[in-house]
């Protein structure tokens, strides 16, 4: 059997190119040992982290994906079962450590490919972000930019449900009218609006709770409206992934933090992974009573993954992108 995956023909150098991937066969040995299965993706996800975590030439483009096992000698895996699997960037996949295989979420009848977004990892970060390191309160001012992505949607709408007036920052019209729909109070284009110009109309009391998909210039700008004793969340720095100085040498804002004894705290959804089914019960609800609510941008393909990819820096996506196969 011949599969196909997509690996890093090229390092990358700035912002991804399509000349840094390249799609390759790979010969799949069909004779099973116990506990084998093999997989055929269905859903894949492209994400922001995949620029930053794939370094070396020929190294397999890295991913979750949802897959259907087409061939099992697992006693947990039947065929035609759907499963997520950290499988990379390839549409066929033999799977000897079941560790790699996880069930997906009981999702009745939404799309399995929610598990890959607002119902898995993305969803679970805007999750984790607001309600653990933010710990929003009702009332609060809380800010989020990359607003109207896979991570940005979710967090504020967990925010606006627990009280909290939430500002987004997206980069287009129909971005900013996507999540005024979803309840946020004000969306701004940051490609139009300074945040000066954007906070002294919706936060002129300042913020409590900044949510940061994008870090660079627009943390940096931040700083000067948190509120004293302000929470800043550092979930990613989607701006800074293509440049060459991702830690730059100069000064870090310190002398802000400090004079406005600010919390500032990263975290990575993965260090909550033992707490994720109780999560997933919370948000499964909330999208059901139609809460939460979501938009898949979805790549019909698997030879239009890097497309997909290289959407998340354009900003072509709204909502989870997500590759179909
Ligand atoms: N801490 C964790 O465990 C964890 C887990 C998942 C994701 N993350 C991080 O969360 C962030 C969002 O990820 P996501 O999966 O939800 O992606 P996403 O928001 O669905 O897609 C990326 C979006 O970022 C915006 N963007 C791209 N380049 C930008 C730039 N130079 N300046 C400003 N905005 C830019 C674009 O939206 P616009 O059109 O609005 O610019 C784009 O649509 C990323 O930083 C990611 O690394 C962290």
């Not at 119902?119 to 679970?124: E, I, K, V």
Request: hydrophobic content about 40%.
């Amino acid at each position: 059997m011949k599969g196909k995956k997509w690996i890093l023909a090229v390092k990358f150098k700035g912002e991804p190119a399509p000349s840094n991937f390249k799609l390759i066969e790979e010969d799949i040995d069909e004779n099973l040992n116990t506990g084998e299965v093999i997989c055929e993706a269905v859903y894949l996800s492209v994400d922001p982290y995949m620029r930053v975590i794939v370094n070396d030439v020929n190294e397999v483009m890295k991913g979750e994906q949802v897959a259907r096992v087409i061939k099992t000698k697992h006693s947990d895996f039947r065929v035609g079962s759907l499963v997520l699997g950290q499988f990379g960037w390839r549409n066929l996949t033999k799977v000897s450590d079941p560790s790699m295989i996880r069930p997906i979420p009981e999702l009745g009848e939404l799309s399995p490919s929610l598990a890959l977004g607002s119902l898995g990892m993305t969803g679970l970060t805007a999750y984790y972000g607001v309600l653990d390191v933010l710990k929003v309160k009702a009332g609060e001012t809380f800010v989020v930019n990359a607003a109207a992505g896979a991570v940005g949607s979710v967090a504020g709408q967990i925010a606006k449900l627990k009280g909290c007036k939430v500002i987004g920052f997206a980069g287009s019209k129909e971005k900013c009218d996507l999540i005024k729909e979803y309840g946020f109070d004000y969306a701004f284009n940051y490609k139009e609006v300074t945040l000066e110009q954007a906070l002294s109309e919706a936060a002129p009391e300042g913020v409590d709770c900044y949510f940061d998909n994008v870090g660079g210039e627009f943390t940096n700008n931040m700083l000067s409206f948190m509120k004293t004793k302000g929470r800043i969340a550092i979930c990613g720095s989607i701006s800074t992934y293509g440049m060459e100085d991702r830690q730059p040498t100069g000064s870090l804002p310190y002398l802000t933090i400090n004079r406005k004894t600010l919390t500032v705290q990263a975290f990575l959804v993965y260090h909550y992974s033992a707490e994720w089914p109780d999560a997933l019960k919370e948000m499964i609800q909330w999208v059901k009573e139609g809460k939460i609510k979501y938009r898949e941008t979805i790549t019909d393909g698997f030879d239009k993954m890097v497309d997909a990819f290289i959407g998340l820096f354009k900003g072509t996506n709204m909502g989870k992108a997500v590759v179909k196969c």
